[in-house]
């Protein structure tokens, strides 16, 4: 049995209401995400895509690929797509102390502010591995910053699925006001570059909208 849901547990999302699973809305519109970047190839790869279907997605960055990969990162801005933080070192939460875990957060987020031009304050977090102690995601929480998690997982750092699984993970489970988490890794690289442009297809078929998560 696999170690994580690909469509968000409704009693997670109760139990953990303070953090954003979903975006409920009336006009199909869902939101694609994507964690680890920016990663060469790979992410100029996803905006490449992006771009053909004219959508926009929010970019869930490492603090340390921020500073080796700038052009990247100012490029992900540049194409009217949003940023959040992702840790400087994907952290994960439960097996780190509050006060280094903080101190982890504030580092990706000068990494944002000293590798671009672009007048950018990102207010969205996602934890790594979607782990967070209690007293984080209040320290966090209470300087303003939102906790972005996920409705549907691709799973496309599995490497143990198939292409098509990832792809079947997405389309199979996505509704309006879902957030969608896909992985511009290179780990993930062989999944997300089979099941990316064909999830761009099915949801242009299907007459879904692409949202900014505000």
């Known amino acids: ?4 849901w690909v469509k968000t547990n409704w009693l997670i999302k ?10 409920p809305n009336s006009e199909r519109r869902i939101y694609l995400t994507f964690d680890d970047g920016p990663t060469p190839e790979i992410t100029e790869w996803v905006l490449d895509q992006l771009k053909k279907y004219n959508a926009c ?25 949003q940023v959040g933080n992702h840790t400087y070192n994907h952290l994960s939460g439960w097996k780190t102390n509050t006060n280094k875990y903080v101190e982890n957060f504030v580092a990706c987020q000068d990494s944002m502010s000293t590798c671009t031009t672009v007048k950018n304050h990102p207010t ?18 209470a300087e303003g910053y939102k906790i972005i998690m996920w409705d549907v997982l691709s799973a496309d750092f599995d490497l143990t699925i198939t292409p098509e ?16 988490v896909f992985h511009d890794s290179a780990k993930a690289a062989t999944n997300l570059k089979y099941a990316l442009p064909k999830t761009l297809e099915f949801l242009q078929k299907n ?6 998560i505000l």
């Not at 109760?14 to 975006?23: E, R």
């Not at 997605?57 to 797509?81: D, M, S, V, W, Y």
């Not at 969205?124 to 209040?138: E, M, T, V």
């Not at 699984?165 to 969608?180: A, K």
């Open 124 to 141: 969205l977090f996602r934890p790594p591995y979607g782990k967070i102690k209690h007293s984080q995601a209040k320290l966090l929480r």
């Open 57 to 81: 997605a929010t970019f869930f960055c490492i603090g340390k690929n921020i500073q080796e990969q700038p052009a990247i990162f100012n490029r992900i801005l540049a194409e009217g797509h």
């Open 207 to 212: 007459n879904y909208q692409y949202g900014k």
């Open 14 to 23: 109760k139990l953990f209401s303070g953090y954003v699973w979903a975006i």
């Open 165 to 180: 699984d990832c792809l079947t993970n997405v389309i199979s489970n996505v509704e309006p006001g879902s957030i969608i």
């Open 1 to 4: 049995m696999k170690a994580y």
